[in-house]
Every structure is written in C-alpha cells, then in structure tokens.
C-alpha cells in the first residue's frame, strides 16, 4: 500500500474499480474523489486525465475542504465521481450516495468502494431505490478483511469499522450511472 492510501489494495485497487468500469487513460472531463483524504486518488485521476478534484474533511493539495452529504458543486458537474472507503463514516451512506449522484453528469459513472450493511439481493434494490443503474457490483469482503487484519497488526485499526463489523458488513466494488441519462 502506497503512503496515504487508506482503503484495501491502495492505487491498485483503485485501478482495479476504473478498469471494471472500462476507464483507462487518456480519459477526460472533470472528476470527484468523495473523501479523499491525501488526495491519492485525485493525483492518479489526472494522471489519468482528468480534471481531477477531491473533498475530505481535512483539505491537502487538490482536495478541498467539505462535506460529501453537502457538495459545493452544481448538479450534473462532473463526469466521473469516485468514493472509496469514505462514505461508510458518515453513518448516513445512503444520503451520500445521493449527493453523489447529484453532481453526477446524466452520462457520468459513479464508482465506490465500500462497507455496506446490505446483502447483494439488497444492495440491487438499492441502486434502484438511490435512482442509478447499477453496472457492475463486486463482492471484496474477503479482501477487505484480510486488509483489515494487516492493518491490526501494524495499530492502525478504526473504532468505527470495529462496529460495522457487527452488523455483518459486505465490501463491494459497485460502479453505477444515474438513471436520468435515459
């Protein structure tokens, strides 16, 4: 895992979720990394060519400061919106994923990788009720869990994901589009 990458598989991962949803350089348009923390994910986006921003709570070098349940963003803004491990810790996912879908352009992706409480059959029904097509939804627990146990032994464990384990979480790769493109 490279510094500053907090979610399973860092930059790799990430490639990983923008493969499944066929990205690959030279992309272009304007993308939003939703709890972006250093801002690994906005650097590789433009790597990728993007016009690349992020948002966390804590601003760093192109992630500004803010809130993913209240974007500073006009709807339909950007053409690719990514969350990866971030959106879980605003105990209201759902109204997340909305906002998210919000600033999503009508042909854009919305790609996320996260803990939800929610089995597949669910998860499903979700996308539909969250107003998105789903495009492909990928099931990482494991992989999420053997991230975890690594990050046990090194201290860097979190309190909140020790509660979520108790509501039985799964940790998918989802990548969705908003319904309105139809």
């Known amino acids: 895992m490279s510094s500053g990458v907090r979610h399973p598989g860092g930059t ?3 490639e990983y ?8 350089p030279p992309a272009e348009g304007k993308a939003a990394d939703l709890g972006a923390g250093e801002g690994s994910t906005v650097k590789l ?5 993007y016009d690349a921003v992020g948002i ?7 992630v500004i400061a803010g809130d993913m349940l209240q974007l500073p963003f006009a709807d339909e803004s950007f053409d ?4 990866e491990c971030a959106m879980y810790q605003t105990q209201k996912q759902t109204d997340a994923i909305k906002e998210a879908l919000r600033i999503l352009k009508k042909d854009g992706i919305f790609l996320i990788a996260d803990l939800f409480p929610l089995r597949r059959s669910e998860m499903i029904e979700a996308a539909e009720d969250w107003g998105a097509q789903l495009l492909f939804l990928k099931d990482h627990t494991s992989y999420w869990k053997d991230y975890i146990i690594d990050r046990l032994w090194k201290d860097e464990y979190i309190r909140e994901v020790c509660q979520l384990a ?5 940790y998918y790769l989802a ?3 908003g319904k309105r493109y139809e």
């Open 12 to 14: 790799g991962m990430t």
């Open 17 to 24: 979720l923008l493969e499944l949803a066929g990205i690959h």
């Open 45 to 49: 986006l433009s790597r990728y060519g």
């Open 56 to 62: 966390d709570i804590e601003p760093a070098e192109n």
């Open 80 to 83: 690719l919106v990514i969350s």
């Open 166 to 170: 108790d509501q039985k979480c799964r």
């Open 175 to 177: 990548g969705m589009r």
